[in-house]
């Protein structure tokens, strides 16, 4: 009766919350200073260890001249360097300079952001480091033309974006990561004392160092400006297609070779697959739409206290029907509402919903508000103590993709409403990237799937069929061979990454020739890089520090043990066995 209860109160809080204008605050500041010392976060609020970043003092360039002078000083000082965005939507700690803080220099591109420059007769836009994504966007579409590739998340930068191998979906063309579209760059990079400590480099579309520099973790030197290709303006058109799952694994392949935009999302638990048709038409085919996506959009901040509130609920009282039910409304919502597509700019009528490029390409309306609005927010801000999650996300090649998904089901078959707490977020979003030339891309046409599942307020707190969650984590980047997406995931996922990149040593080399020093590396950036595991403590695998190897690596006192997977038997999870350890 409480889940019932609940849901009238969420679905009315959520159908009017759609009617009207929502606006919401301001997203917070990632760096935030007293007067000793200054931290730098990102959006989420917590690093995957938890920990806090302190550097010594942050920068604000505003100016190209203003950034390498930063780079120069800390170069000539020997400081510890890192970059951060306004945004700092990256999950691994790869903004955070040194562990010890006095030694570092954080480098703010938020105030580096003015220049926006098109070239309409070659079909390119240059911006600098720190313009956001969605200003490029708009730019770009007033002079008629299109920027072809984009993040389905517009809170990023342009040096960000690239920097992380952010991407959209797509095998058609140049693909759907951003960093194939990029036909030049600039990069600061350390420099000798007769060089003034730093220099400017620019990196053009010939030079081969751009495989490098184009997706390069910031480890090389400091983007100052970006180079990205662009065609003739267009318009999309999409459909999304709620369907039964049966043959997901035999049709996933033609799916991404007719849509040139498509992708799926799958929900195991309701045996659902959601198809989105996508492509693009002419300018002149009818239809002012955007794709305003239904989990970036601003959500009342009672809303999303009271979303977490449940989760919690159902997580301290292991009610797996609380989180189906939960699962099942929000699905069904999705489907009323297009999954935030509208015709007309304000609201869904139906299929299929006809746009601009720039306006179905990406989405985030919850980063913006007028001040004036205090009761919205995106629903992960954490101040307001909304939701909190991991996300996992996996690139396989092709032909391995198959047998994940087929894994993936007999897990599934075997008690589907243990998925349940991963299909009330998002269930598998399943998205196409194209063979790429950059060191850390992909070298093959790539399936990347993202899926998001509930954190806990504390690192010790064990979480429901957490069990499910590892051993789908495991079976990807273990059993697979998939490689994690730079930007997301725990940090599990990056051990003995290095293998999983044909051009890992190229890379290497260029890091070695442009930061000798390693100025712009820290241990965390490192643990990331050269795919390090961390210490193994006890309830290390509890936040994907660790993969346990040992009971106490999960939480025995609160009847979690450290077991082989169901299906994928080489993995080890922390699985909820109360009456004995060796069951």
């Known amino acids: 009766m409480y889940y019932f209860r609940w849901l009238l109160g969420f679905l009315h809080l959520l159908v009017w919350g759609s009617i009207i204008l929502v606006h919401a605050i301001p997203a917070p500041d990632p760096v935030q200073c007293n007067r000793t010392i200054c931290t730098v976060s990102n959006s989420y609020g917590a690093w995957g260890d938890r920990k806090d970043c302190s550097v010594k003092s942050v920068v604000y360039p505003t100016t190209e001249e203003e950034l390498r002078s930063a780079v120069a000083h800390a170069n000539k000082n020997k400081l510890k360097v890192k970059v951060v965005s306004k945004f700092s939507h990256t999950i691994p700690k790869l903004a955070c300079p040194s562990s010890l803080g006095h030694d570092s220099l954080l480098i703010s591109t938020a105030k580096y952001d003015s220049s926006i420059e098109i070239d309409s007769v070659n079909l390119a836009v240059t911006a600098d480091a720190g313009v956001a994504l969605r200003d490029v966007i708009d730019k770009v579409e007033e002079a008629g033309l299109s920027l072809v590739a984009a993040p389905y998340w517009e809170g990023v930068s342009v040096a960000g974006m690239i920097s992380t191998g952010a991407h959209g979906s797509s095998w058609w063309g140049k693909g759907g990561a951003v960093h194939d579209h ?97 492509s693009r038409v002419p300018m002149d085919t009818p239809g002012d739409g955007i794709n305003d996506f239904l989990g970036f959009q601003s959500n009342e901040i009672l809303i999303s206290k009271s979303v977490r509130a449940s989760e919690k609920l159902f997580e301290s009282t292991k009610s797996v029907n609380g989180e189906c039910t939960l699962a099942d409304t929000t699905l069904w919502y999705k489907k009323q509402i297009g999954n935030g597509l509208k015709n007309n700019g304000q609201i869904f009528t139906g299929y299929p919903v006809v746009g601009r490029q720039g306006k179905m390409q990406t989405s985030g309306s919850c980063l913006y508000s007028p001040k004036t609005r205090i009761d919205a927010s995106c629903a992960w801000d954490p101040r307001i103590k909304g939701l909190f999650f991991y ?46 030339k950059a060191y850390l891309g992909q070298s093959e046409d790539s399936i990347v799937v993202d899926f998001n599942y509930y954190r806990a307020d504390e690192a010790s707190t064990p979480r429901l069929n957490q069990d499910v969650m590892e051993e789908v984590e495991q079976m990807a980047f273990f059993k697979y061979g998939a490689r994690p997406h730079w930007a997301k995931n725990r940090n599990l996922a990056f051990l003995k990454v290095q ?37 193994r403590s006890d309830g290390c695998a509890l936040e994907g520090l660790c993969i346990c190897s040992e009971d106490r690596h999960c939480s025995p006192s609160k009847g979690y043990f450290c077991k082989p997977g169901l299906v994928y038997s080489e993995a080890r999870v922390c699985r909820y066995s109360p009456s004995s350890s060796n069951l």
């Open 182 to 278: 990029v036909i030049g760059l600039s990069m600061i990079v350390p420099g000798n004392e007769s060089e003034g400590y730093a220099k400017v480099k620019q990196i053009g579309a010939q030079d081969q160092l751009l495989n490098a520099a184009k997706v390069s973790l910031g480890i090389l030197g400091v983007i100052s400006k970006v180079k990205l290709s662009l065609e003739r303006g267009f318009k999309r058109s999409i459909t999304y297609n709620f369907t039964s799952d049966s043959s997901i694994e035999n049709n996933f392949m033609e799916h991404g070779k007719k849509y040139e935009f498509g992708d799926i999302t799958w929900y195991p638990s309701k045996h659902m697959a959601v198809y989105r048709y996508d």
């Open 391 to 436: 996300e996992s996300t996996a690139i396989f090649t092709a032909t391995k993709f198959v047998d994940f998904i087929k894994d993936v089901k007999k897990l599934r078959d075997l008690k589907p409403e243990n998925f349940c707490g991963i299909d009330h977020y998002n269930g598998f979003l399943i998205r196409y990237i194209k063979a790429s």
């Open 499 to 535: 293998s999983k990149y044909l051009n890992f040593n190229m890379f290497i080399a260029v890091k070695k020739q442009l930061d000798p020093e390693n100025m712009l590396s820290s241990e965390w950036s490192d643990e990331i890089l050269f795919g390090k595991e961390g210490v």
